[in-house]
């Protein structure tokens, strides 16, 4: 019986303390961020504003080809899933639903923004050197940068 009392270690020296990770602060308003899956692209997407339902924006998000996350496929924010109404079973955090679109679906999207103002800027800058007056020897500068000053205003 003494022997065995020998090897014990004592509870002082067994913490839990030490076998804890080490807490780190969040802000409250800090949405939860799901962990990456490869081919998906995350969003969250608002169903309601002070309490009051946007179903046209979640609709226009539906079409576009975005779909609620839900929580048994997310284990890491299994907490946030809704118990009931519409999106029984998605993750929703104070009106705003998480949801998911194929990465190549928002690739091809992005670039048909692109190509589209592309275009609106060629034609921008084809009307506008059409209202060049061809009898002045003077040439229209185009100058498409912007820069940004901080000052007094005065």
């Not at 949801?99 to 190549?104: A, F, Q, Y």
């Amino acid at each position: 019986m003494e022997q065995l009392e020998l090897n014990r270690k004592s509870r002082e020296s067994d913490s839990r303390e030490k076998a804890q990770r080490p807490m780190v602060w969040r802000a409250p308003e800090t949405l939860p961020t799901p962990d990456p899956r490869p081919g998906w692209t995350h969003r969250w997407v608002r169903t309601s504003s002070m309490g009051i339902a946007d179903p046209g924006n979640i609709s226009s998000k539906f079409r576009e080809g975005y779909e609620p996350c839900k929580g048994d496929e997310y284990p890491e924010l299994m907490m946030h899933a809704s118990t009931e109404g519409r999106f029984k079973g998605a993750i929703e955090v104070g009106g705003l639903l998480l949801c998911r679109i194929p990465s190549e679906i928002l690739a091809s999207r992005m670039q048909q923004h692109d190509e589209k103002n592309k275009m609106q800027m060629e034609s921008v800058d084809n009307t506008f050197l059409r209202d060049r007056d061809a009898r002045s020897n003077m040439a229209m500068i185009v100058d498409k940068k912007s820069k940004v000053t901080f000052g007094s205003g005065t």
